[in-house]
Every structure is written in C-alpha cells, then in structure tokens.
C-alpha cells in the first residue's frame, strides 16, 4: 500500500486531517494549519473551563467540524452547535495532532529527546544533592 496523500476522493482540495504536516503547509502556503489556528483561538477565547482539553466533545459535533475544516477551511465556530458544545473543538484539535502520520515531536529526533531527558534529569539530581 503506498503513502497516503493529502488528497480528498473525488477533489482536488487538500485533506486537512491525517496528511503529512510539511506537504500540508508547503501546499497550504501556510506557518500554521488554519484548524489548528482557529481552533486554539477559540478555545482562548471560550474554553475556560475545566478540563477543556481532557474532556471530550460530541461525536458528531466533531465530526460535522472535521467535514467542515475538510471543505470551508476556516468554519464559522460561533455557531451554537460549537458555542454549546466548546469540547468540539478542542476534540477536533486533539484529533488534527493524532491522526498526523508523522509525530510533531519526529522519530528521528526521538533519541535527541530521550538524551536531553536523561541529562535534564541528572541536572536536577546534581542540584538536589547539593541542597541537602
């Protein structure tokens, strides 16, 4: 099976969920995939309220924003179905991260990660050793 492409069936408007994050951009000519900028300003705007981001949404409501993001690119999300149901949106942005093929935080950086882990850790070690 080959890779996937940003493509939509039957169109020619890229994908916005579950498409490479680099192509997406290079093909969007954006800094920043407008799901993910619209989505943090509303949750900046509306979603101060516990567990904005643990919380889920609506399924449907997810899924009628994701349809949305796919074919409008930039929703009206002052519409009362996101309004009432905040969750949605910040379920809708959960879902634009883990449905990337590639990790935000990429494999080949993974041991860079786990090294600067592992040394920040030791760092605090150090210092709590010589506080006490």
Same mark, same amino acid.
């Given at each position: 099976?080959?890779?996937?492409?940003?493509?939509?069936? !039957? !169109?020619?408007?890229?994908?916005?969920? =579950?498409?490479?994050?680099?192509?997406?951009?290079?093909?969007? =000519?954006?800094? %920043?995939?407008?799901?993910?900028?619209?989505?943090?300003e509303f949750v900046e705007k509306h979603g101060i309220v516990d567990g904005i981001?643990?919380?889920? =949404?609506?399924?449907? /409501? %997810?899924?009628?924003?994701?349809?949305?993001?796919?074919?409008? /690119?930039?929703?009206?999300?002052?519409?009362?179905?996101?309004?009432?149901? %905040?969750?949605?949106?910040?379920?809708?942005?959960?879902a634009y991260f883990r449905e990337l093929p590639n990790p935000l935080l990429t494999y080949?950086?993974?041991?860079?990660?786990?090294?600067?882990?592992?040394?920040?850790?030791? %760092? /605090?070690?150090?210092?709590?050793?010589?506080?006490?």
């Open positions: 099976m080959g890779r996937q492409r940003g493509k939509r069936k !039957g !169109g020619n408007k890229e994908r916005v969920f =579950g498409c490479d994050l680099l192509e997406h951009l290079q093909s969007s =000519g954006q800094d %920043i995939p407008q799901v993910l900028k619209s989505c943090s981001y643990r919380l889920s =949404g609506v399924s449907s /409501n %997810i899924q009628k924003l994701r349809s949305e993001f796919d074919t409008e /690119n930039t929703p009206d999300l002052n519409k009362d179905v996101y309004l009432q149901d %905040i969750h949605c949106v910040s379920s809708t942005c959960k080949q950086l993974y041991d860079k990660f786990a090294v600067s882990d592992i040394f920040l850790k030791s %760092i /605090n070690l150090t210092a709590d050793f010589v506080d006490n």
